[in-house]
C-alpha cells in the first residue's frame, strides 16, 4: 500500500509534526550511531520542510497535507539510509556495517512512530513500524539501481541516487516528472551532504 496511502486510509491527524520530530532527534543515544541518527533525522526534516514550504502544498485538508509531509519525511530518511549503507561498504567491516544499519533503521522507525504517534493504540503503532519498514525495503531496491548521485546526462529519467529521490518526491506530490521538483530536491540534498559530514560519523563507527 505504501506510507502515503496507508496514512490516508487511517486519516491519520499528524499536527505538529515538525516540532515532535525535532524533540526526538534531541533524544538519541550520545554514542556514534545515536549521532548519526540526529544528523540524518534533523537534515531530512530540514529538507522536508525547505520542499513543503517552496511548493507550497495543499491537501483537501490539513491531515492530507500532513500526510504528505510525513511521506517525504520517509522517503528522504529512505535516501540517506541508502546512502549511508553505500558509504558503510567502503570504510566498514561486514558486521559493523550491518550492526550499525540495523540499529541505525531501529532508532529511527522507532522514534518515528513512537514519537508522532505517541498514545495510539499500539496495533496500530505496529502496523505503522511495519509499514515505515516495508517501505525502507522496497526503497532499497529501488536506490540499488543508482550507480552514481546525479546521471548529468539525464537528470530526469536518469539512475542518479538524487534523481530517484526527485522522482520520488515529486510522484508524492501528485506532480511525477515535475523537472522543477526534481531539480530542486537534487540542489537541496546536493547542499545538505556538507553539512552532515555523513563519512565523519560512519567512520566513527569503526
Do not use: C
Amino acid at each position: 500500500m505504501g506510507l502515503f496511502n496507508f496514512f490516508k486510509s487511517k486519516k491519520a491527524d499528524v499536527n505538529n509534526v515538525k516540532e515532535i520530530i525535532e524533540n526526538a532527534s534531541s533524544s538519541a543515544n550520545e554514542n556514534s550511531i545515536g549521532k548519526l541518527s540526529q544528523v540524518i533525522f534533523q537534515s531530512s526534516m530540514k529538507l522536508t520542510d525547505k520542499s513543503y514550504n517552496l511548493w507550497k502544498i495543499k491537501g483537501t485538508n490539513k491531515n492530507e497535507e500532513q500526510t504528505i509531509r510525513f511521506s517525504m519525511l520517509a522517503e528522504i530518511i529512505y535516501f540517506y539510509l541508502g546512502f549511508t549503507d553505500r558509504i558503510a561498504f567502503a570504510v566498514l567491516s561486514k558486521q559493523k556495517r550491518n550492526e550499525l544499519m540495523n540499529e541505525l533503521v531501529s532508532i529511527l522507525q522507532f522514534s518515528v512512530v513512537e514519537t508522532i504517534f505517541n498514545g495510539w493504540d499500539e496495533k496500530l503503532k505496529d502496523d505503522l513500524k511495519k509499514y515505515f519498514s516495508e517501505g525502507y525495503i522496497e526503497s532499497q531496491v529501488r536506490y540499488s539501481k543508482g550507480k552514481e548521485l546525479i546521471d548529468k546526462n539525464e537528470p530526469f529519467n536518469g539512475n542518479g541516487l538524487l534523481s530517484i529521490l526527485g522522482r520520488q518526491i515529486a510522484e508524492i506530490n501528485e506532480s511525477s516528472m515535475n523537472p522543477e521538483i526534481i531539480m530542486k530536491t537534487i540542489e537541496l540534498t546536493s547542499a545538505s551532504f556538507n553539512e552532515m559530514q555523513l563519512n565523519k560519523h560512519i567512520e566513527n563507527f569503526r
